[in-house]
């Protein structure tokens, strides 16, 4: 059993919406998570605590060990409830413990939709709407598919899977009849953080969340070190395929 400790009881205005996604392909979902929850200054009310990690540490001797949680925020302000967490549980087991915990917390604060967001390994998108932002919409209530286009994402056309928490919570929220949408940004790699697509995601969350642009700057400059370490690696690799030696080896 999963242990879930409420700090304190949020209180909203109007049915609240919830936001939920865990790490993902390119870290999208994590850092798109983190930097919504600090940008709109989210209070911590309740945390699932965790499995993880599997070991200690220690320190000349001395043992320290910090057990990790799962974290629900509230924003009063714009009444909304984020979940995120430092990882994606593999076991399938846990991953369907963590979809009920997180369903059960928005049968509680009573939430009318759920959002998700994550990466998606780029498409053939010759039959979709032009979207120079790479970002897909799928949702789980054909009601409801028509905020994909209206807030100017393609479709996630054709089939596949959308693999983890962040496509699951939309399958187990459909039983509980609740409406979900998974917002997905397109990458090429998915073992290279991926900044922009989480920027370009965030972009039409707030969008349809209705509040104002976030500050990026965090995510631009991830990816400014990002193209700073490819184009390293790509010199190295240069030189080495014309029999040169990297810098620093003599």
Excluded at 58 to 75: D, L
Excluded at 138 to 157: C, G
Excluded at 176 to 190: F, K, T
Aim: net charge neutral.
């Amino acid at each position: 059993m999963l242990n879930l400790k409420i700090h304190k009881i949020p209180t909203f205005v109007s049915q609240p919406t919830m936001i939920a996604a865990l790490p993902d392909m390119g870290n999208v979902a994590g850092m798109g998570m983190t930097l919504l929850a600090t940008r709109l200054a989210a209070d911590l009310f309740a945390e699932i605590y965790a499995f993880w990690p599997p070991f200690v540490t220690y320190n000349q001797g001395i043992i320290r060990y910090v057990q990790s949680s799962y974290k629900f925020y509230w924003v009063s302000k714009y009444d909304l409830v984020i979940f995120t967490g430092d990882f994606n549980p593999s076991d399938p087991r846990r991953l369907y413990e963590i979809c009920y915990e997180v369903l059960k917390m928005a049968e509680r604060v009573d939430a009318k939709i759920l959002y998700s967001i994550g990466a998606a390994l780029r498409q053939n998108t010759s039959t979709s709407t032009s979207n120079s932002s790479g970002v897909y919409g799928a949702v789980n209530n054909e009601q409801i598919v028509d905020k994909i286009s209206k807030f100017n994402m393609n479709i996630l056309e054709g089939e596949g899977q959308i693999i983890g928490f962040n496509g699951l919570i939309l399958g187990l929220a459909k039983e509980r009849g609740l409406n979900a949408m998974c917002i997905l940004g397109e990458i090429d790699n998915p073992n290279v953080i991926q900044p922009m697509t989480a920027k370009a995601i965030l972009h039409t969350l707030t969008k349809i969340l209705g509040i104002p642009s976030l500050d990026m700057k965090e995510l631009e400059e991830e990816e400014k070190r990002k193209k700073f370490m490819e184009q390293q690696a790509n010199y190295i690799e240069n030189v080495m395929e014309h029999g040169g030696k990297p810098p620093g080896i003599a």
